[in-house]
């Protein structure tokens, strides 16, 4: 569902995404773990099409992001980690609009049932300036779901929830890979990573540190088995930085 | 002032210059300097160059006219304006300096030494645009006398925001308390309306013999408008001053009302705090979450949400939902309080006109330039107050590229929804002006004809004027104020001048070839019907030059469109 081959993306002297290339298929769940500055949401924004990648391919559901933008972001939904919503829409006006924008014939009979699940439903009519933190973020994620998209990138998808929330958030997110949803998330909390998701994509300063299942990625470093993903993660952490090329001293 | 809020202001200014600097390193910032400054440069220097307002400065109806905006700009400020402060703190200052151990009074001083860089900045342009007029005065003697309204401007401005502040957040209590101020301004609007409503007559009269400015001038001479406008004009003589004697004479008088402001602002006891600290948390989580950084959450404001004007259909063309979102959100936005307002003093000046004239068609004579006036301001001014498009939503440019439409779609749908808003205003007025001219027998034009072209003219002007807001949004995002508010305020008449200064000459480019297209079309139809330059040619002409006008925006939105879809996110940094 989602194929990315080569993305590299440059921003000046600075190369924040280098080749990467990965694929996501229907029902699968990619944790996309790092440190802060590893080039996860520039990679999810990519892929999302809000930002040009200096070069390399991203295909959705077989369409390229760059030569049919419209067919392959009508397929996908990205919520972003800061909820960006607009200040004189209602919670259901919200949803109508996105409805309209996304073609979703059935809108209006779809929204109350979502905004249920999200527990917003007592929330319809009001603006965004009125709603926490955790409902801005619900918000945002129920107008990522309204049009059943086949792709699903989520940044941080638990940042501002409340315990309740968070459990509620992970199982929709399983839910909708259940359904055959492809599902990117990028998350500082590996618990989240380690529970939801199917394969993990570990980066850092814009490269591929390791790439497969946990097991997979354990089964090539045997003196990490058993151990809990955290200490993997930084173990992976210190290997990027003895192998990373551009910081190799002459 | 406070020794670390002169650190704070000026370290901020140094590095806020710095970053403008950078900015020139894009090739497109660069080239805008350049062509600007080119322009600026020829106007300042080349004294045969036109400029749109020089000369202004060089006449008694000139002088008249200044000391009228004035007056103008600070009654509207009294009656039209926010309960919120003029004070504007960002995020940070609110977060930092207001529970430091800073009185009121040094953070009223703090911003108004601040907006002294945007005053300076406006007295620059002021000069450049004014030139030299007839008078002999040196640049710095006019940039002095610009320094001196547009300060004092700035401060009655402020001065009157807290009155409101102070006044709204106190009750009846806060009324009492600032009642000098509020019984000076209320009988000050009064009489002033009352004199020229009297007048109405006699200038109607004069104007039909082509003696209307005489009129006008013999107005502002009468008493008691005379004695009201003295301070308005104090302020405004400098200015026009012949010489430096007299301009020496002038400007202590001014200099000291300018002064006399000062304490009357920073001896503040309005709690002016909590509206200011709201409204920096709204501009900062625009802001954070164009930028992808995290927010305070603001203080819950749950109410009735008005309802939306028309519903959005589920199926259809996508981009009409960016084009209701953006119609929903100007409504949204509306003040009731002001339309009210209007609504009274049309009727109220109305039938005190009526009560003078004493004549239905010549009311509604009257009320037909009254309607004219507004409907062909809106056309330059309107980009500027009507904002609900790119220039709001750029900060939310994640989620606008995540929508499944080409970069040219959502351009045009973000202008389309800004057209529909200022062309429904002016339809009104048309309306309503055309209704009232019918009455008049003596209508310089035939209003059916007139009626029928501004039909058409009005919305395809609309859209060029929006579409260069738009575009400049869209290609200087650095230069542009994106979000809620816009650069307001006396002190930033400069900037909004430079905008509409920049949009005017855009247009006049863009409408030249399909204007002159129109003119043929309507000497062929003239040809046709044997008619000569009648204005019913033009109502057949008009659509073929807004197809043109359509054209032509076509290609540029396309264009637009392409910048959009190459819009870096680093580039949506709104100007502080």
């Not at chain 2, 007299?246 to 304490?263: D, E, K, V």
């Not at chain 2, 542009?480 to 509409?500: F, H, K, P, Y």
């Amino acid at each position: 569902m989602i194929d990315v081959e080569g993305l590299t993306k440059v921003y000046g002297d600075f190369t924040a995404v280098r080749g990467l290339s990965f694929h996501v298929a229907p029902g699968e769940v990619l944790g996309l773990v790092g440190p802060n500055g590893a080039g996860k949401t520039t990679t999810l924004r990519s892929i999302a099409g809000i930002i040009v990648p200096s070069s390399g391919s991203i295909r959705i559901g077989g369409d390229d992001i760059a030569t049919a933008p419209e067919r392959a972001k009508a397929r996908l939904a990205f919520i972003p980690d800061e909820p960006q919503l607009f200040e004189h829409l209602t919670v259901e006006e919200h949803l109508r609009f996105i409805g309209r924008l996304y073609g979703v014939a059935n809108a209006p009979a779809l929204i109350e049932p979502l905004l249920v699940e999200m527990e917003l439903l007592d929330k319809r009519k009001v603006l965004p300036a009125s709603l926490s933190r955790g409902m801005r973020q619900k918000l945002a994620i129920a107008c990522g779901l309204l049009h059943s998209p086949s792709a699903l990138l989520l940044d941080e998808p638990l940042t501002g929830l409340d315990p309740a929330g968070m459990r509620r958030m992970k199982s929709t997110i399983a839910s909708r890979a259940r359904a055959g949803v492809a599902v990117v998330l990028s998350s500082h909390l590996l618990q989240l990573v380690e529970e939801l998701c199917t394969r993990l994509l570990v980066m850092q300063r814009g490269r591929v540190i390791a790439l497969g299942t946990l097991e997979e990625i354990v089964a090539e470093r045997t003196e990490l088995a058993g151990r809990p993903l955290e200490d993997v993660f930084l173990a992976l952490m210190d290997e990027g930085e003895r192998t990373d090329p551009e910081r190799a001293t002459p | 002032m406070n020794g670390a809020l002169r650190y704070l202001l000026l370290h901020s200014a140094k590095n806020r210059l710095r970053g403008q600097l950078a900015r020139l390193r894009r090739p497109r910032y660069l080239l805008a300097v350049l062509a600007g400054g080119a322009y600026f440069g020829m106007l300042l220097f080349n004294s045969r160059m036109p400029s749109p307002l020089s000369g202004s400065t060089s006449s008694a109806l000139g002088q008249l006219i200044y000391t009228a905006v004035i007056f103008v700009t600070i009654a509207s400020g009294w009656i039209f304006g926010s309960d919120r402060p003029a004070l504007v703190f960002s995020e940070a200052e609110v977060q930092i300096l207001f529970p430091a151990p800073l009185s009121r009074a040094s953070l009223v001083r703090y911003k108004v030494a601040q907006a002294q860089i945007v005053v300076m900045f406006s007295v620059l342009i002021w000069v450049i645009l004014l030139r030299r007029g007839a008078t002999t005065l040196p640049f710095w003697m006019r940039a002095i006398s610009l320094w001196i309204i547009l300060s004092t401007l700035y401060l009655h401005r402020v001065g009157a925001s807290l009155v409101r502040t102070s006044a709204a957040s106190h009750g009846a209590r806060g009324v009492r308390r600032n009642i000098v101020p509020i019984a000076i301004v209320t009988m000050v609007i009064a009489v002033a309306g009352w004199s020229i409503v009297r007048a109405v007559p006699g200038i109607r009269v004069a104007m039909t013999m082509g003696e209307g400015s005489e009129a006008l001038a013999r107005l502002a001479t009468s008493q008691p408008l005379s004695a009201l406008l003295y301070p308005f004009r104090l302020l405004v003589t400098p200015l026009f001053a012949e010489s430096w004697r007299q301009w020496a004479g002038a400007i202590i008088p001014a200099f000291a009302l300018m002064a006399a402001h000062y304490p009357w602002v920073t001896r503040t006891d309005a709690a002016f705090e909590e509206a200011v600290a709201d409204a920096a948390a709204k501009r900062a989580r625009l802001a954070s979450a164009a930028r992808g950084t995290r927010r305070r959450q603001l203080p819950d404001t749950e109410g009735a949400v008005p309802r939306p004007w028309f519903a959005l259909a589920p199926t259809g063309h996508p981009a009409v939902a960016i084009v209701w979102k953006n119609v929903l959100a100007y409504t949204r936005t509306l003040r009731l309080t002001t339309l009210a307002i209007l609504a009274v003093g049309v009727v109220v000046i109305g039938t005190a006109v009526y009560a003078q004239v004493g004549d239905w068609h010549e009311l509604a004579a009257i009320g037909a330039v009254l309607c004219a006036i507004p409907l062909a301001m809106i056309v330059f001014l309107g980009p500027g107050f009507v904002r609900t498009d790119l220039r709001q939503d750029l900060l939310q440019l994640d989620q606008l590229r995540s929508y499944p439409l080409r970069g040219r779609t959502i351009v045009a749908a973000e202008v389309a929804g800004t057209v529909l808003i200022l062309t429904a205003i002016q339809y009104v007025l048309l309306a309503i002006g055309a209704l009232l001219a019918s009455f008049d027998p003596n209508a310089p034009v035939p209003v059916g004809a007139a009626t029928l072209i501004a039909l058409v003219a009005l919305p395809t002007l609309n859209a060029i004027t929006l579409t260069v807001a738009n575009g400049a949004a869209l290609l200087f995002p650095g230069w542009v104020r994106l979000g809620d508010g816009r650069t307001s305020g006396i002190e930033a008449m400069g900037q909004n001048v430079l905008a509409i200064f920049v949009s005017l000459i855009l247009t006049t480019i863009a409408i030249v070839p399909p204007f002159i297209v129109t003119v043929l079309v309507a000497g062929a139809v003239d040809s046709l019907t044997g008619r000569t330059m009648s204005i019913w040619s033009f109502v057949p002409a008009a659509p073929v030059g807004a197809l043109l006008v359509l054209g032509e925006l076509w290609l540029v939105l396309g264009w637009l469109g392409r910048v959009f879809a190459r819009t870096d996110l680093a580039q949506i940094d709104p100007p502080g």
